[in-house]
């Protein structure tokens, strides 16, 4: 079946560091692709998203470009800031599902 | 806009028993779907409903089931509960026609503990 792996967490980081987390999928087919955050005591929010190979998605300074050769979906920030501590999760969908990584912890200290 | 609400947010209950949780998706949207997110763990899919209708199941056990209302609402229930079903329940709604490729949105879940 799909699985998703993503960079153990936690990552801390100081203010205006950049930041990367690796994202890898398996997938039949071609998936779509998305980065969702969860803060501490919410829901997941959808942070970004590609729907097909090559396609970057983008939303609040965060990139990720989806690689169909290396079947990675790594997300990007230039510059991150306190209110990016949060957890982030890779997914991919198929079948009307999504499938998640683990998770990986942000920590962005001032 | 009120997005994707549950209830309870909270829920202690002791091994055995069963449990129902509640959702009510955004407004506009008609397909709903849960989620299992275990402690330190990302999100597992539960199953997911359309039309009144189970369209797609996790890999669970029969122990979980659920059900769609007319008006898009949906419940899971939890029979014989086990230690192991401590978790956060999400659930997730998505707007007609969107597909896969909308992403989800999603509430903020309830605390289910198993005692």
């Known amino acids: 079946g799909d699985s998703v792996t993503q960079m153990e967490g936690p990552v801390t980081l100081s203010e205006e560091a950049f930041l990367t987390i690796n994202c890898t999928y398996t997938?039949?087919?071609?998936?779509?692709l998305f980065w969702y955050v969860q803060y501490p005591g919410e829901g997941l929010q959808l942070l970004l998203k590609?729907?097909?190979?090559?396609d970057k998605g983008s939303n609040k300074g965060f990139e990720a470009t989806y690689r169909k050769e290396t079947t990675s979906f790594h997300l990007e920030k230039g510059s991150v800031q306190v209110s990016d501590s949060a957890v982030y999760f890779c997914a991919s969908s198929s079948n009307y599902k999504l499938t998640f990584g683990k998770g990986t912890l942000l920590t962005v200290n001032p | 806009d009120a997005g994707v609400t549950q209830s309870p947010t909270h829920l202690i209950k002791t091994r055995g028993q069963q449990v129902t949780l509640r959702c009510s998706p955004k407004?506009?949207?008609?397909?709903v779907s849960w989620y299992q997110q275990a402690l330190g763990q990302g999100p597992q899919f539960i199953f997911q409903y359309y039309e009144e209708e189970e369209r797609q199941r996790g890999n669970f056990p029969d122990r979980f089931s659920g059900h769609q209302f007319p008006n898009y609402s949906s419940e899971l229930n939890v029979n014989a509960l086990l230690l192991g079903d401590s978790a956060l329940y999400l659930c997730a709604s998505s707007p007609p026609w969107t597909g896969i490729n909308y992403g989800y949105t999603f509430g903020s879940g309830t605390r289910l503990t198993v005692v």
């Open positions: 407004s506009g949207h008609d397909t």
């Open positions: 997938a039949t087919g071609y998936p779509s």
């Open positions: 590609a729907t097909k190979a090559d």
